[in-house]
């Protein structure tokens, strides 16, 4: 599965942006999907994360109620929708792809076979 990120730019606090992640190579709705961002001298972290069908979507703390994910299987594509931004929000933003096998465990980075090059986020004050 081949992913590409897009939608990142600079916003001011309190302010919006959407994120795409496009899949390409295999069946897209195989696959669990998630967000992970990493900002700069920090570890990746989980974002937010969604099942194959859309039907379950998990959240960190820190954006629930202000991030909202989901996806278009007919599009092979997810959007991460981020509302009330704040500066601590930037990061560089990655999507991820996960094959169920048995195991699923949506905020671990290790859990998640593919990979996008990330997108940037960044919030000013």
């Known amino acids: 599965v081949q992913l590409q990120a897009s939608g990142g730019g600079l916003v001011q606090a309190g302010g919006s942006l959407r994120l795409s992640c496009a899949a390409s190579?295999?069946?897209?709705?195989?696959?669990?999907m998630g967000w992970f961002r990493q900002a700069p001298g920090k570890e990746r972290e989980f974002v937010a994360a969604i099942s194959w069908s859309g039907g379950t979507t998990y959240y960190a703390n820190s954006v629930k109620g202000r991030f909202t994910f989901s996806r278009e299987n007919a599009r092979n594509t997810v959007y991460l929708q981020m509302k009330s931004l704040k500066p601590e929000d930037t990061a560089v933003y990655y999507c991820?792809?996960?094959?169920?096998?048995?195991?699923?465990?949506?905020?671990?980075?290790?859990?998640?076979?593919?990979w996008g090059q990330g997108t940037l986020v960044t919030v000013s004050s």
């Open positions: 991820a792809a996960g094959d169920y096998s048995g195991s699923y465990y949506p905020k671990s980075p290790s859990w998640y076979d593919y």
């Open positions: 190579g295999r069946t897209f709705s195989n696959y669990a």
